[in-house]
């Protein structure tokens, strides 16, 4: 049980979502991320490493 905060804690501070779980950011439309400002472009890089360990989450719960 790994947080956000550890393992992308530049995103972490950025997050508005610091209190959600991972479920609460799932909808049916996908993973809904937000953010309190605009992302600079090192930083939309560092969101699809967040979204891949996302999608191992999700696969790895639904394996189970």
């Known amino acids: 049980d790994v ?9 972490y501070i950025i997050t508005l979502q610091q209190n959600d779980t991972i479920a609460q950011m799932w909808s049916p439309q996908g993973w809904n ?6 992302l600079n472009d090192w930083e939309v890089e560092r969101v699809a490493d967040l979204l891949q360990a996302l999608n191992l989450f999700l696969v790895m719960g639904m394996s189970h």
């Open 3 to 11: 947080k956000m905060r550890i393992l992308f804690p530049d995103l």
């Open 33 to 38: 991320l937000m953010f309190r400002r605009a």
